[in-house]
């Protein structure tokens, strides 16, 4: 919508520029949360895992 109002050529390139830029920010910063949650998620799970063949792998005393 910046290229429609009556402004200056100059503010109206810096206008998207600026909104480039912060729209370029916020991805970057979903993009990050989205990784962080599917590798913590993923560690829980094979931690789950781990914790559970473990356990199978565990005898008791006097089996």
């Known amino acids: ?3 429609y109002a009556s402004f ?3 503010s ?3 206008a998207l ?3 480039y830029s912060v729209a370029d ?3 970057k910063a979903g993009v ?3 990784i962080y949650l599917i590798a913590s998620r993923k560690s829980a ?3 789950y895992n781990n914790a559970a063949s473990d356990a199978a792998l565990v005898r008791p ?3």
Do not use: K, N, W
């Open 25 to 27: 920010i916020v991805a």
């Open 8 to 10: 200056s050529r100059a």
């Open 32 to 34: 990050g949360v989205l």
């Open 45 to 47: 799970v094979e931690a």
């Open 17 to 19: 520029q600026v909104g």
């Open 12 to 14: 109206v390139e810096t």
């Open 1 to 3: 919508m910046v290229p």
């Open 61 to 63: 005393a006097g089996a």
